[in-house]
């Protein structure tokens, strides 16, 4: 089919207003949050239903146009923007918002892919519920694209990742046709967890157009406290012991004093105590009954703790939290950065972190920051100071900082997936059996590699 005749049809199938090919109104959906990734769509279509969807991925795949899936847009990975050739149509879930009423009896819900996290946790909070997972990023990132990452945040520790959230999905394959599995039954032992496949999969394998997800009652208090250490590993031991101390532990998040200043000279942020400390934890308890005295409790009687504030107020806990989530914000405002989300066994965690900073050298050369989610081990390594470096150098850089978390026993991706930008290194995470599974799916799933072409997988 001819460009123009695919364009005509796309109108056809869900309204020439939703089919958006003029370069101005592209430009928002071809470049990524983080800037490192721009490409080019032949055009971008908005369906605004599950039927909608499937006529489009009918279309491009018999057109033979690639089409990259597309909900809040900020992943951090470039699995969401299509490539520089300008052949991909980019699918936006932003009209996919329905939301359905809270089912208080089972405790879960039914959103549409494009609803955005905060819009969800909105929902559910009006109906005495809380969606279990949560990140900065929650005013834009959708339901959808959070399933198809298979998100983490903050409390992972307490509730896992988005795939344990997920009870069922809608989804439309590459060729239009749909699975609609959204009973939510606790007990369905009725064969292959496709919901589960789907969360992770980064689009390449179905679009999501609906998921179920399961909620948590909303716990009626929130403590929030902070701590000041010596070092990265004062700070893992004192959360063994919180662990052990405070079961409605549900948030431990980690930073440290460069990171800290870079947040205050970047947004003016007031330094949490008189003195600056190495090394910082947030944690995070919550219950039906105030967890305050637990927290001071356990907080008192911590090895390590040089300093410690505990929030009295909503307002007080949310500047706490501030500090650790404007880290994102605060290193895009001056990077932008080369970012990699990994996972190490806690144990090993502060000495991969020094090795890791050691392989660059300030003050001249690039620098690199670090912070992240501790209670899971997660750490978010951002280098500044390489953007315009040659294609092959920063492979090889990649190459260096991705083997030491190979060798510390970790994963290369803990939480963002992998997108553009970790793929030639899903080997040091995944056997070559396991490959080879991976490109049996998608080629059962999507045999003429319509969805996603170049994210995840080798095209
Ligand atoms: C400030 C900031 C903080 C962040 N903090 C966290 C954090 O704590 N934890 C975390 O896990 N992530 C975090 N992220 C990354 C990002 O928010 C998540 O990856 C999020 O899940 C992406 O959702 P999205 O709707 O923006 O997806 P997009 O960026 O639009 O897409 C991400 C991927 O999912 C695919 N996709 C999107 N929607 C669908 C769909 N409906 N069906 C199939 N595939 C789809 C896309 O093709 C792409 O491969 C953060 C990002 C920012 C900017």
């Known amino acids: 089919m001819s460009r123009r005749g695919l364009e005509a049809a796309l109108g056809a199938a869900v309204g020439p207003d939703h089919v958006l090919t003029d370069p101005d109104l592209r ?27 499937a006529a489009v991925l009918r279309l491009c795949d018999r057109a033979g146009a690639p089409v990259v899936p597309q909900g809040g847009n900020t992943g ?25 009423p809270v089912d208080r009896d089972a405790g879960q819900v039914t959103l549409g892919a494009g609803v955005p996290l905060a819009v969800a946790q909105h929902h559910a909070r009006a109906a005495g519920f809380e969606v279990p997972v949560d990140l900065a990023a929650r005013e834009s990132a959708t339901i959808g694209g959070m399933a198809a ?27 239009g046709d749909v699975w609609s599995h959204l009973a939510g039954l606790e007990k369905d032992n ?39 250490f010596a070092d990265l590993a004062g700070a893992a031991s004192a959360l063994t012991g919180l662990r052990a101390s405070l079961p409605g532990l549900e948030a431990a998040e980690y930073m440290v004093r460069p990171g800290v200043d870079l947040v205050r000279s970047v947004f003016g942020t007031p330094d949490p105590f008189d003195r600056p400390h ?50 994102t914000d605060a290193l895009a405002a001056v990077g932008p950065p080369r970012k990699y989300d990994v996972s190490i066994p806690l144990a090993r965690l502060p000495d991969f972190v020094e090795a890791a900073v050691a392989l660059f050298a300030p003050p001249n050369g690039p ?23 040659a294609d092959s150098d920063l492979e090889a850089i990649d190459g260096a900082v991705l083997g030491l978390v190979a060798d510390a026993g970790g994963s290369i991706s803990a939480e963002h997936g992998i997108g553009r930008l970790k793929r030639p290194w899903l080997g040091l995470s995944r056997s070559p059996a396991e490959l080879a599974g ?18 995840l997988l080798a095209d």
């Open 27 to 53: 430009v928002g959906y071809e470049l990524d949050w983080t800037g490192d990734y721009r490409g080019s769509a032949r055009a971008v279509v908005r369906p605004g239903s599950t039927a909608e969807v």
């Open 76 to 100: 951090l990975v470039g699995g969401s923007v299509p490539d520089a050739t300008g052949s991909a149509v980019v699918l936006s879930t932003a009209r996919l918002r329905a939301v359905d």
């Open 149 to 175: 990452t298979n998100a983490g945040g903050t409390r992972v520790m307490r509730h896992g990742t988005m795939r344990r959230q997920v009870m069922g999905i809608e989804a439309v394959l590459a060729g």
């Open 190 to 228: 009725t064969g292959y967890d496709l919901a589960g496949l789907l969360c992770g999969s980064e689009g390449t394998l179905a679009v999501l157009t609906r998921v179920r997800l399961r909620l948590v009652p909303a716990p009626s208090h929130r403590v929030t406290a902070l701590m000041g």
């Open 278 to 327: 190495p090394a910082y934890l947030v944690v995070e308890v919550a219950g039906a009954t105030d967890p305050l005295p637990e927290v001071a409790a356990a907080v008192d009687g911590l090895a390590g703790v040089l300093d410690a504030a505990v929030a009295g107020s909503e307002r007080q806990r949310q500047a706490l939290w501030e500090l650790r989530e404007r880290h």
């Open 367 to 389: 620098v690199c920051h670090h912070f992240g989610h501790l209670g899971d081990g997660n750490v978010h390594l951002n280098v500044l100071g390489l953007h315009g470096l």
């Open 438 to 455: 991976f490109a049996t799916l998608k080629s059962a799933l999507d045999p003429r590699h319509t969805l996603n072409p170049g994210v």
